[in-house]
Every structure is written in C-alpha cells, then in structure tokens.
C-alpha cells in the first residue's frame, strides 16, 4: 500500500496546508475587512491583486519566487541578511510560496461574508458603546463563521492541491518540499503506477470529502 | 484576385515540392544534450531540407512517455540502458542503436574558485544544498549518486540534497545560486572547449559507469526519411564536431 516515503509526503503536506491556511486566516482577515468596507480608490488594485494567483499560471509564481528569494534577489538578500539563509528548497519557502497561492481562497470568502454582515450590526454595536475592536469581535466574527468556514477549507484544499510552484522551488526534498503532487509525479515518471495509484485516489477522495463537508455544513454558501 | 492566384502560383509550386522531399521527425532529446542538439538540428535542417522537432526532457520521464505512445520518433537519451529497453519491448527499430556521446559529469559552482579541481569541497561539507537530477529519473543523477559513494561522502551529503526534475532544472538550481554547487553534465557549462563560469571539477570517469548516450530510431519513426536522416547525420563529422566542443567524448 503506501510506502514511507508516500506517508511521509503526506504528513508534509498536511502540515504545509495547516500551517499555509493558519497564517492565510490572520493575514487575510485585515484585508478582506479593509477590501469589503473602503470606498478607496485603491480597492480595485488591491483586490485584482489578490485575485492574481487564481488566473496566473504556477510557473510565473514560480519563476518569480524563485527569482526574488533566490540570494541575488530582494527577498533573498533580506533573509540572508537576517541570518535565516535562503527560502528556496525549504519548509518555510513552500510556506511563503502556498500563502501567495491560496491568498484569494482564503480573502474572496472573507471579504464575501462581511460584504454580506453590512453596516447595520456594526452601527447597533456602536450605539451599545461597543469599540470597534469589540464590536469585530463580537459581533461580525460569529456573523461571518460561514464564511471562515468556506475560507479555511478552501485555503487547506487548494494548497494540498498545489503542484507547479512547489516543482519548481521545491528541490523533491524528503520530509521538506516533497509533498504528494509531486510524490505522485515521480511515481508517474519512473511507472510506478500501483503506488500512484494509491496516493491518486487517496487525493480524488480526500478532495471529494472536503468539499461535500463544506456544501452539506455551510450550505448558505450556494444559496445565490 | 485571379491574377494574384496566377503570380502566386510559383510559390506554391515551391512549397508544394519541397514538402514533398522534407520530412519532419520528433525528438525526444536527453535535457544534457539541449545545446548541442539545438546546433545540429539547425545545421541539420539546413543540410537536408527535414525539419527536427525538438523535446527536452529526463530520460527516464520520455521512457514512460514513449511507452504510454508519446509520437517521439527518435530518442537521444542519456544512457544506453533506455533505448536497449526500448527495443527489447519492441517500442523501438532494431539494429540501428549506436553511442552518440559518452557525457561528462561535473561538480560545479556559479561561484569561482568554490569548487576545487580534486573534489574535497564534497568532503569539507560545508554547504548547504547540492543540487543532483533525480536519480530514478536521470542518468547523471545516478552518475551523481555513484560518485558520492565511491567518495564514500553519500551518508554526510544526502541530507542537502536538491534534486531537480532533469538535469536542465539541476543547473538552473545551481546557476542561480539557489544551490551552491551540483552535478550537471559538462555540456551544460563548456562553451568553446573551456569552462564558461564558475569553478568545476571533471568527475573521473573511474567514479562511476560510463554514460553511454545512445540514440535510436523508435517503432512510430520506422519508414520516416527524416528519421533515418537524422540517424545519419549524427554520426557524420559536422554533428561530431559539435559534440565534441561540448566536452563530450566520442
């Protein structure tokens, strides 16, 4: 059935979507409210910018990634100036690289769901002398528990999914960058059919499970 | 419109014939021999009038394409065992198999003078990644695990390695100095009989089995004029020339 190496991609990218769909949520909340409330003129740009990664091929996010942390890039300069080395070819690079992959996964749900709280709550709140923090937290938090939902389960499944950007800054390193996508394709590659095999379906079912637990838990997400 | 048609009609003439006598050939190419075969595909065309369509790629990768009926009609691959593979399962013509280049493994750097000419940057251990291509997939990947254990060095080293998906990504790992240094083949960093940048050191050939590259006419290419062409043409002095500037042996 699964060799060591098979488990040992898939408790990787298990951890990978874990800790990618954790940040994605703290990072994502401030812009999605910043995104669902301004009338800026800069909400256009910044949520096209967001939304870049759905349609730009993983190869340009790759290739850029690549470039800009590498050690004569920007990125790479910095880290290296603090003392943390490069990103490429680690844990914490296909972190940094799944947070920009699955960023609309997890901002689009969120900014939804407050688009769809509006003011009215947050004005009550304010008359009951709520702060602003406090009426975030207590009341557009549990209003918005839908679309946290829609946002964590979609940010975890589609950085499992993820495949391009990881072949090309990833290195195919055991318990690091290895992740299933691209156990799967070595199988493929060296016609290792039967153990694709199982790591395939094992992806086909996972994915289907996640997916009908969001529809059947949070079905006020497919009303409209 | 009518008269148009009339002057044109000489070209099409032309078109019409020369398409007639060229043929065109897909080739699956081993990624080491990018360059080179680039050049002599050009000279190639120029020669005979067929044209070479171009893959690149692991050797091992275009093996599971051809056997899943990839339209390669010839494969340049990196070693001798695919396409002696290939023929024993019939996916190729046999009879015609011949060594094209005898390829070169080498340590190099981007960075000059951080590979030494002996190797012992490999036992000083002193990096942090070393970039190979994937041994199950890629000839000097496994030319590249051979050496290290030879070196005896393999238990130390195994744990900073990057593997890439051929040895085309495997330099482009170490090139842009995301690795210190890796196993690439020679042709990947001789540009006029001479190292182009960097610091490298020849891997001796004693370190591991010989890379035989073989090239061989495969069972969707049996009859193709520009197949056999092409077989013809890389064994000819143009293509051994070419070669040979790439550090390959012959």
Redesign the interface.
């Known amino acids: 059935m699964f060799e060591s190496t098979d488990l040992a991609a898939i408790w990787l990218t298990l951890r990978l979507a874990a800790v990618t769909t954790a940040l994605l949520l703290v990072l994502g909340t401030p812009v999605a409210w910043w995104l669902a409330r301004t009338r800026s003129g800069w909400k256009g740009p910044v949520g096209a910018l967001v939304a870049l990664p759905i349609v730009l091929p993983p190869t340009v996010i790759g290739f850029y990634l ?2 800009t942390m ?3 890039g920007p990125v790479g300069q910095f880290t290296q100036a603090l003392g943390l ?2 990103l ?2 680690t844990f914490a690079g296909l972190v940094v690289a799944s947070v920009f992959y699955s960023l609309p996964f997890v901002v689009q749900p969120l900014q939804n769901a407050f688009e769809a709280i509006g003011e009215r709550p947050l004005e009550v709140a304010a008359t009951l002398r709520a702060s602003p923090m406090d009426a975030f937290f207590s009341v557009v938090l549990p209003l918005a528990r839908p679309g946290y939902l829609t946002a964590t389960v979609l940010g975890f499944a589609h950085t499992v999914g993820e495949f391009g950007v990881v ?1 090309m800054i990833g ?3 055991p318990d690091q960058t290895r992740v299933v996508s691209v156990q799967i394709y ?1 199988h ?4 290792e059919y039967a153990q694709a095999h199982w790591l395939a379906a094992g992806m086909v079912a996972f994915s289907f499970l996640v997916l009908l637990a969001l529809y059947t838990l949070n079905p006020t997400g497919r009303r409209k | 419109m009518h008269r148009l048609t009339k002057k044109m009609s000489p070209l099409f003439l032309l078109i019409a014939t020369h398409a007639a006598l060229a043929e065109e050939v897909q080739v699956a190419v081993a990624a080491n021999f990018t360059a080179p075969m680039q050049k002599i595909a050009a000279e190639f065309e120029k020669d005979t009038g067929h044209k070479a369509q171009l893959s690149f790629g ?1 050797t ?2 275009f ?2 394409q051809i ?1 899943n009926g990839a339209p390669f009609q010839v494969m340049l691959a990196a070693d001798d065992e695919t396409p002696a593979k290939l023929e024993k399962e019939g996916l190729a013509v046999p009879g015609g198999r011949f060594t094209y280049a005898i390829g070169k493994l080498v340590l190099w750097s981007a960075k000059p003078g951080y590979v030494d000419d002996k190797g012992e940057v490999l036992k000083k251990s002193e990096f ?2 070393l ?1 190979l291509a ?1 041994p ?2 890629a000839p000097y990947g496994l030319a590249a695990v051979e050496s290290l254990t030879k070196l005896g060095v393999l238990g130390a080293v195994e744990g900073k ?5 051929n040895i085309a990504q495997t330099f482009q ?1 170490v090139s ?4 210190e240094l890796g196993f690439v083949a020679l042709s990947q960093v001789m540009k006029d009989g001479r190292i182009a940048s960097g610091s490298a050191w020849i891997v001796p050939g004693s370190l591991h089995t010989p890379i035989r590259q073989d090239a061989v006419v495969l069972a969707n290419g049996k009859g193709n004029a520009a197949a056999e062409a092409l077989m013809k043409y890389l064994k000819g002095d143009k293509a051994k020339a070419i070669i040979k500037g790439y550090g390959y042996d012959l």
């Open positions: 690549l470039v590498g050690p004569n080395g490069l490429p070819f072949l290195g195919n390193i070595d493929v590659e060296a016609l | 692991a091992g990768k093996y599971a056997r942090n990644k970039a994937n199950k997939l390695f990057v593997q890439g998906e790992f842009t100095g995301n690795a």
